[in-house]
């Protein structure tokens, strides 16, 4: 595959942008949907409660039981290092998008980016994400030999999400040993997919998908929850769903493909994209897709994605019962709030690493088992 578009010419081509990128707090006008939100949650005085009064409890239990069945009280931790914020494409969704000028952006050396897995390391996290927009700068060699200095000097599993590239080049990664790679839909509408996607195409990614599933590799895909055109309004399109809307195209699609691991992000706004005005999914939407999601695919890795996390731990930690993943960004401080997918993601004043150890204690205190060694790569449901 050729890339047929190429970058701006006022992105810089260095390594790594020695600026420290500001953090930039949650636009105001999100603030009261969070908050808003959170208090919904948390004012309940158990997920169970919650659904509850919205009438899900059976739908929730089932869910619970199900990830109980599969993976105990594990929770799994994937460190991950967001290494660039250059994109090449352009979805209307993402604060990444090559038109968002607005954008400090960043590059880190692969140097750099052995060094943020060494932190994932030593936490004692199992796995590496290495994530970037679609950024052709880091040539396939270089990659390769990223994924083999991790898993030759480190001992990780490596899942890389660097979107669609070659069959070629996907080969060369597998046979440098990377474990796993993270690929979303993000949407199976077709249509929606090309106004979302501009520059890419549903059969496009989806051969991308396939190509990696023939290699080998565990391969992750899933949605983003609540896109336009797919939802309308929250509740009301939750109705929907049940007699076949988006969701359940959706979760069909994926059954189908029979992912090892299946995120469901809710769709967050971002203030520098054409969706800046359209809102989230509410947040007894997004448990309720989670329950559904763990249903269709029971074993499953779910990952409680870092957008629903915006909501507090408290939050997050209510989802493992249905989710089973938590990926903790240790992307270096200097740069890590540059990757603005959607605002207040990496917006927190810690450091990376106290940041996941507080997150890994906190799980802990919950009641949940957080596995070590081989147990703590959380390798897909087949190959336990
Ligand atoms: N560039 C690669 C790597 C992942 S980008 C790719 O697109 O495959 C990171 C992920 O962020 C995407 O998969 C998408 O699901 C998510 N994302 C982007 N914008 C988002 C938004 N506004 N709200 C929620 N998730 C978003
Ligand atoms: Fe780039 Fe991925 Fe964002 Fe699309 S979702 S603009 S490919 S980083």
Same mark, same amino acid.
């Given at each position: 595959m050729s890339r047929a578009y190429a970058c701006p010419a006022t992105w810089s081509s260095a390594v790594s942008d020695p600026a420290v990128i500001r953090l930039k707090p949650l636009? =105001?006008? =999100? *603030?009261? *949907?969070? @908050?808003?939100?959170? @208090?919904?949650?948390?004012?309940?005085?158990?997920? *169970?409660?919650?659904?509850?009064?919205? /009438?899900?409890e059976a739908l929730w239990e089932q869910a619970r039981a199900l990830r109980e069945q599969y993976w105990g009280r594990s929770v799994f931790f994937r460190g991950i290092v967001e290494f660039s914020s250059y994109c090449e494409r352009n979805c209307l969704y993402c604060g990444l998008r090559r038109e968002n000028m607005a954008l400090a952006r960043y590059r880190l050396s692969p140097e750099e980016i052995f060094r943020a897995a060494s932190d994932v390391h030593d936490l004692g996290i199992g796995t590496v994400v290495l994530q970037s927009g679609e950024d052709s700068f880091y040539d396939a060699r270089t990659v390769a030999a990223l994924a083999r200095r991790?898993?030759?000097?480190?001992?990780?599993?490596?899942?890389l999400?660097? /979107?669609? *590239?070659?069959?070629?080049?996907?080969?060369?990664?597998?046979?440098?040993?990377?474990d796993r790679y993270l690929l979303k839909m993000e949407t199976f509408l077709e249509a929606n997919f090309r106004f979302l996607r501009p520059d890419s195409s549903p059969a496009a990614r989806a051969a991308a998908y396939a190509d990696l599933q023939k290699l080998g590799f565990e391969c992750g895909n899933g949605i983003i929850l609540g896109l336009p055109g797919e939802t309308g309004e929250t509740d009301e399109a939750d109705e929907a769903d049940e007699t076949g809307g988006a969701l359940a195209i959706h979760l069909a699609a994926l059954q189908k493909l029979a992912p090892s691991m299946l995120a469901i992000s809710p769709f967050i706004p971002h203030p520098d994209t054409p969706l800046a005005d359209h809102p989230s999914p509410e947040l007894p939407v997004i448990l309720r897709a989670m329950a559904r999601a763990r249903i269709a695919l029971p074993s499953a890795h779910i990952p409680v994605t870092s957008a629903l996390g915006l909501l507090g731990d408290d939050i997050r930690i209510k989802a493992l019962e249905v989710g089973d993943v938590l990926m903790p960004s240790l992307t270096p401080e200097q740069v890590r709030a540059g990757y603005s997918i959607y605002p207040g993601k990496n917006d927190s004043a810690e450091t990376p690493v106290s940041r996941a150890k507080r997150l890994m204690d906190a799980v802990a205190r919950a009641g949940f088992a957080v596995p070590s060694g081989p147990a703590g790569r959380g390798d897909a449901w087949k190959a336990q």
């Open positions: 636009p =105001l006008v =999100l *603030r009261p *949907r969070y @908050q808003y939100m959170k @208090q919904v949650m948390t004012t309940q005085s158990s997920t *169970r409660a919650f659904f509850a009064s919205s /009438g899900d991790i898993k030759t000097e480190l001992g990780l599993a490596v899942t999400s660097l /979107g669609e *590239r070659s069959t070629e080049e996907y080969a060369l990664w597998r046979a440098a040993g990377a």
